[in-house]
Structure formats: structure tokens, C-alpha cells
């Protein structure tokens, strides 16, 4: 196809995808353990297990969706942008019945939680499809496809802060955290139905306008239709170096991210004294991951992309290293806060940048796109990354006494794991996500494989 560039306007429905999506995204992440523990009294490690066992179904069901869509045309002749119309209303539904208390007994309490989670996972699959793979098929441009990268990850943190920074005031608005302690209680059941279904109407606005403004306009360069098996997909990619290792690369990510999102209200509402004191961590890394969503891309064309990987992955690490030292310093969990937010803000934007290359490379050396089982195979890495990073910390948690029905005053052994889950942990995920890049060359790899009339 010819060299086509993309517009701001949409560009910008790129951003407010990509806002939506991780409204739900993050205030599931931050808010959906502590849910089930402090409001449904699930008992930590059963709450963990449903999202442990939750993930493990999406791992599944990502190459059958995936292999779908490889082998799925719409009558417009696209492949992934329609499940944006079609899956936004579902799944906007299932993050209010996720916050919903149904006041029955636990263990019918929890087959509904999985049940729903199920649900919710596998709608999320839908739609990750073309939040994962219209960066490479709406432009065939590398600075487009950067730019836009750059747009969803600034979209994603807008959406991070909608589902975190402001999440306490809204649950306030809506009568919740009234409490002594202001710390999330059965009590904020209604006030946080109330929080879901006012992200669940701003994810479905996102849906659409997404759907409304972008296009897909990269088509395989051969004719070939024929069904793909998905032994034939997955052997594609497994003989591509740089989907392997940026599957790692993404795993590495996504433990941390999902580490620090996690266990950031355990810190604030047991080591701090109040969930509220969240809001402010959480606005430092907001703020400054919009920011580096900004200059990411200006960095990566000054010093390369493995350059730029490798520093994200340098910043999350020594920005770990304070509060390892004094976990119960403010400073610290402030400036634990700022590193993940320049460090996993880089990341973003080059894994993404990483699959649309991955996808042209694929196609280079076997003649077809496959761009939504590249874009399902990193959804599986990550859902990997968050089921053993929940499983972790519920397992860690439990082990160490942590009490649900607890307002205040856990064992000395739980406020020692949760630091050491916002410490410790994301510190040797850090060095081995370094240890992957050094290994990782993707430039190398495009240029050995481009054709010459490319």
C-alpha cells in the first residue's frame, strides 16, 4: 500500500480508546481485590484466586479469539476495529456487576464473582484486539505508528487517573469512605456501584468515538486468504526472535505495574493510615507518566529503541532502591511512585511500538498478517504477568496474617510484605526485564527480514 499518514483527530481517537479501556483497566487493578476482601469478606486468598483463576481463563481463550479474528473478515472488509462497537456496552456492564454486591451467602458469592470476572475477561479479549493491533494497521508510517503509540499511552495514564487519582472523590460523592479511618468498607458498596457505572458510561463513549474516528487501512501485501490454523500462526511467530523476547519484555512490565497498582491501597490504608492517601502517590505517577508519554517518543528517535528500553527498565530500578532502604518513608513511596511512572510509561510505548513492528515482520517471512494474533499473544503475556502477580501477592498476604476484617493495626509480617511487594519484588522483575533487552534487538531483526522493494 501506499505511505499514508494519519490525522490528529485520529490520532486523538487512538487516546480516547485507550482512556476508556484503562479506566476499567486500572480501577479494576487498584480497587477490585480490595472489594472482595473489605466489602464482599472474601478471605484474601480466595479473592486472589478468582482473579488468578479469571486470568488463566483469558490466557486461554486469547488464541482462540486471536485465530478468530486472523480468520474473521467484517462485511467493511476490516478485521479488528468493529469489536470496538460491538463489545463496548457488554463490557461496560460486566465492570458494574463486578462491583456489585448481591448480599448472598460466601460461597455462592463466590462462584458469581468468577463467573462475572469470567465474563469480563473474555469481553476484554474482544476489545483488546484492536487496542492492541490498529496501531500497526492504521498506518504503515513508523513515526505514525509512534505517535500514536505515544497518544494511547497518554490516553492510558488520563484513563489511570480517572480509575485511581479520582476515584476516592467520586466514591465520597457518592457517599462513600465516611467511616472511621476512611478505609474502604462493606459499607462503600453502594458508593463504589455508583463509581462503576459512571466508568462503565465514559468506557462505552470511548468505545465509540474510537470506532467513529480511526480506520484500518494496512492490508496484506499477498492475496492469500486461506484459514490459518492456530499451530500455523503460533509457528510464525515462535520463528520470530523479537515477538519472544518482547513477550518477556511485556510480562516483566506488566508484574510490576500490576505489584504496584495492587498493593499501592494496602500501603496507604495500613502503613499510612487512610486509603485516601493513595490519591496523592498515585497522582505523582500520573502526572509524570503523562509527561514522559510526551517526550517518549522524541527520546527513542535521539538515542534508538533498545537504548530507550533499556533506560525505562534502568529507571524503575534504581527508583526502587529508597524505598527499599526506608519503606515507611513518605519520600520513598513518593519517589517509588515517580520512577514506575517514567520507567513503565517508556515501556508502553516500546512494547507497542515493538508489536506493529513485530507484525510487518511476520508478515515479511511468511506472507500474512496476523496482526490480531500478535496483538492476542501479548495480551496473554500480560495476563500471565497479572495472574502470577495477584497470585503472589494473595499467597504472600495470606502467609504473612493479613486480617479482611481488620480496619487497622495488621501483623508487623503483613505491612513488612506489602512493602516488600512494592519494593523487593518489582526489583528483581526489573533486572530481569534488563537482562531481556540486552538480549532483545528488534531493528536488527527488521532490517534482515525487510523486502527489498520495502
Excluded at 490498529?134 to 513508523?142: R, V
Amino acid at each position: 500500500m501506499k505511505k499514508t499518514m494519519i490525522s490528529l483527530k485520529e490520532k486523538l481517537g487512538f487516546m480516547t480508546f485507550s482512556t476508556s479501556s484503562n479506566i476499567v483497566f486500572n480501577f479494576k487493578n487498584i480497587y477490585y481485590l480490595i472489594f472482595l476482601t473489605n466489602v464482599l469478606k472474601v478471605p484474601v486468598l480466595t479473592a486472589g484466586t478468582i482473579l488468578t483463576l479469571g486470568t488463566i481463563w483469558d490466557a486461554v481463550n486469547d488464541p482462540l479469539i486471536g485465530i478468530f479474528s486472523a480468520n474473521h473478515t467484517f462485511r467493511n472488509g476490516e478485521k479488528v476495529r468493529p469489536y470496538a462497537l460491538w463489545c463496548a456496552v457488554p463490557w461496560a456492564v460486566t465492570i458494574v456487576l463486578m462491583f456489585s454486591d448481591f448480599k448472598t451467602g460466601q460461597t455462592l458469592t463466590v462462584i458469581l464473582c468468577l463467573v462475572i470476572y469470567f465474563i469480563f475477561e473474555a469481553l476484554y479479549t474482544f476489545l483488546a484486539m484492536p487496542y492492541n493491533s490498529m496501531g500497526s494497521l492504521a498506518s504503515n508510517i513508523d513515526s505514525d505508528r509512534k505517535s500514536i503509540n505515544a497518544f494511547r499511552s497518554l490516553g492510558g495514564c488520563l484513563g489511570s487517573g480517572i480509575g485511581s487519582v479520582a476515584v476516592t472523590p467520586l466514591v465520597k460523592l457518592f457517599g462513600g469512605l465516611q467511616g472511621e479511618g476512611a478505609i474502604i468498607g462493606s459499607g462503600d458498596a453502594p458508593a463504589l456501584l455508583k463509581t462503576a457505572i459512571l466508568m462503565g458510561v465514559i468506557c462505552i463513549i470511548g468505545c465509540l468515538t474510537h470506532y467513529f474516528t480511526t480506520k484500518e487501512r494496512v492490508k496484506q501485501s499477498s492475496d492469500d486468504e486461506s484459514r490459518i490454523s492456530l499451530f500455523q500462526a503460533y509457528r510464525m511467530l515462535f520463528k520470530c526472535r523479537s515477538w519472544v523476547l518482547n513477550m518477556f519484555y511485556i510480562i516483566c512490565y506488566g508484574i510490576i505495574t500490576v505489584l504496584i497498582m495492587n498493593n499501592i491501597n494496602y500501603y496507604a490504608a495500613y502503613i499510612m493510615g487512610s486509603s485516601a492517601k493513595a490519591t496523592p502517590i498515585l497522582a505523582v505517577y500520573l502526572v509524570v507518566a503523562i509527561l514522559t508519554s510526551i517526550f517518549t517518543p522524541m527520546v527513542d528517535s535521539r538515542i534508538g529503541r533498545k537504548n530507550t528500553m533499556i533506560l525505562g527498565a534502568v529507571l524503575q530500578l534504581v527508583g526502587k532502591i529508597p524505598f527499599i532502604i526506608n519503606p515507611y518513608s513518605v519520600a520513598s513511596i513518593y519517589i517509588n511512585a515517580l520512577s514506575v511512572g517514567l520507567g513503565s510509561t517508556i515501556t508502553f510505548v516500546m512494547f507497542n511500538t515493538n508489536r506493529n513492528n513485530i507484525a510487518d515482520i511476520v508478515e515479511w517471512k511468511n506472507g500474512r498478517r496476523i496482526d490480531s494474533m500478535v496483538a492476542a499473544g501479548d495480551n496473554l503475556a500480560s495476563k500471565l504477568a497479572e495472574a502470577g502477580a495477584v497470585q503472589l501477592m494473595a499467597f504472600a498476604l495470606s502467609r504473612a496474617g493479613f486480617d479482611e476484617a481488620l480496619k487497622m493495626n495488621q501483623t508487623s509480617a503483613t505491612l513488612q510484605t506489602i512493602c516488600a511487594l512494592l519494593g523487593w519484588a518489582p526489583l528483581i522483575v526489573s533486572i530481569i526485564m534488563l537482562i531481556v533487552l540486552i538480549r532483545m534487538d528488534i531493528q536488527k531483526e527488521m532490517e534482515e527480514c525487510r523486502p527489498v522493494t520495502e
